[in-house]
């Protein structure tokens, strides 16, 4: 059993979270960053490709202690994802292919974003 750790930071995008009722517009322009951010960093990792089946456990890291729940942050992780799809991490992001994503308060970070542990199964 392999695990791989990959950060995908905050970098002034903001959180997508399940709660906010914000245009659907700038929701989509926020998936989108957060896809791309995704790929990105993956690509620039010795992350492996074409792994048969995966579980994703996602920690969130806030700039400040305010109060919050890291599961209304999960559109947030799906498009993150998302972008790991993209990458060729796994052919889909089914549940044949993924478990997760499972959201986790990861603490205080002067560099907020997601600490992605990704577990092949």
């Known amino acids: 059993m392999t695990i791989h750790e990959l950060l995908i ?13 914000g ?22 990792t010795d992350l492996v490709i074409d792994l048969n089946r995966v579980r994703i456990d996602a920690s969130v890291f806030k700039a400040r202690a305010n109060r ?17 799809v993209d990458y060729g991490l796994v052919v889909d992001d089914d549940w044949r292919h993924v478990e997760g994503p499972f959201l986790h308060h990861g603490g205080i970070s002067a560099a907020p974003g997601l600490l992605l542990r990704i577990e092949e199964l």
Request: charged fraction near 25%; aromatic fraction near 12%.
């Open 68 to 84: 919050y729940d890291p599961a209304n942050l999960y559109p947030t992780a799906k498009a993150v994802v998302d972008g790991l």
């Open 23 to 44: 245009h659907w517009s700038l929701r989509h322009d926020y998936t989108r960053l957060w896809r791309a951010q995704a790929r990105t960093r993956a690509a620039r």
């Open 9 to 21: 930071p905050q970098n002034g995008i903001p959180w997508i979270n399940s709660n906010d009722r």
